[in-house]
């Protein structure tokens, strides 16, 4: 079963939903002796494993596969309608149809269990939560390792009861959506290296993650514990990434100074560089996850050249993140060097 201590480079692709993870970064980072996580989540189960199917293309390194973990949770409508209010001028601006009711999805959740039990990854982990025992007991009885996302020692707790293999301790500094268990959960906001000593001893392995810009972080953080160390927005300027232009070039942007967590893109807290949308809307934003997701889905789309709208989604080490190759940020990041 797979084991991070024993990378040839202790680094870790942070699986990015959404475009930014793609079959060439996958590939590449574990190529370079990393290992690659590709984001399963928004993805058909045709196309995960239309996915998998590419990665192994152009690789035989192993890599692993990363789930939402879904949640369903009553609907405020009056709030969901109240905020899609506020985005509608915005919207109609940009030429885009907010949907008046999305409906819940669960994301094709157990289709793509049954997907990576036929195709036998590596890995799979999972984000938003520990699912059941069972699903666990699944890949462990396939020899697949099973890494669930934390964001405080209580929720390592409860997936270490569910079976998880491993852990990965997601501090607040972390880009992207932040793993609480609940939609609604308050943010304990428990920095990276903190959280890696707090679960660090438990009997498994446990990947830090958070904040990454650069070897000397990496070097910190196996210093505090971890056996390997994620990074994701270090990737988002490579050439393998599917960043969009606009996010690739925000990064870059010395207009965007800070970064700070949000409910604004899909209801769920989730870390970006701070814009214009950030600034208007995250006040106002519901818990309501996956359907605000959904309701601000066209918006996005239709504004995908300007960085004053779409989620630019960044850890606090943003200002590392170079337009340089996949394998020579892993390089970059490798302690040993």
């Not at 965007?256 to 899909?266: G, L, V």
Request: proline share 7%; net charge negative.
């Amino acid at each position: 079963m797979f084991d991070p201590s024993t990378l040839a480079v202790p680094v870790v692709g942070a699986p990015m939903a959404g475009g930014p993870s793609t079959p060439a970064l996958t590939a590449a980072i574990s190529e370079a002796g990393g290992f690659g996580m590709l984001a399963g989540a928004y993805l058909s189960p045709d196309a995960l494993r239309d996915q998998l199917a590419a990665v192994r293309a152009l690789t035989d390194a192993p890599f692993g596969v990363n789930l939402f973990v879904p949640e369903e949770i009553p609907l405020d409508a009056d709030a969901f309608a109240r905020f899609r209010d506020l985005l509608l001028p915005l919207a109609h601006a940009r030429g885009a149809d907010l949907p008046s009711a999305p409906a819940y999805t669960d994301d094709a959740f157990e289709t793509k269990v049954d997907v990576l039990l036929e195709e036998d990854v590596t890995a799979v982990s999972f984000t938003f939560g520990a699912p059941a025992p069972e699903v666990y007991a699944a890949f462990t009885g396939f020899d697949i390792a099973t890494i669930t996302t934390v964001t405080t020692a209580a929720e390592a707790r409860v997936a270490l009861d569910a079976g998880t293999s491993a852990l990965c301790a997601q501090g607040f500094e972390a880009g992207g959506h932040r793993s609480t268990f609940g939609i609604t959960d308050r943010d304990a906001q428990v920095g990276v290296r903190e959280l890696v000593t707090a679960v660090t001893g438990l009997g498994v392995p446990v990947i830090a993650s958070g904040g990454v810009s650069g070897v000397d972080d990496v070097r910190t953080l196996l210093a505090a514990g971890a056996a390997a160390v994620q990074v994701g927005t270090l990737f988002l300027r490579t050439p393998e990434a599917g960043t969009r232009p606009a996010h690739r070039a925000a990064l870059a942007d010395p207009r965007f100074t800070e970064t700070a967590t949000t409910r604004a893109y899909s209801g769920r807290l989730a870390r970006a560089l701070v814009n214009e949308y950030v600034r208007t809307f995250s006040a106002a934003a519901p818990p309501v996850y996956p359907q605000i997701n959904a309701l601000t889905g066209p918006l996005r789309r239709a504004a995908a050249d300007d960085p004053e709208v779409i989620n630019l989604w960044a850890g606090t080490g943003w200002r590392g993140a170079r337009a340089i190759s996949a394998a020579d940020v892993v390089a970059a990041l490798d302690p040993a060097r």
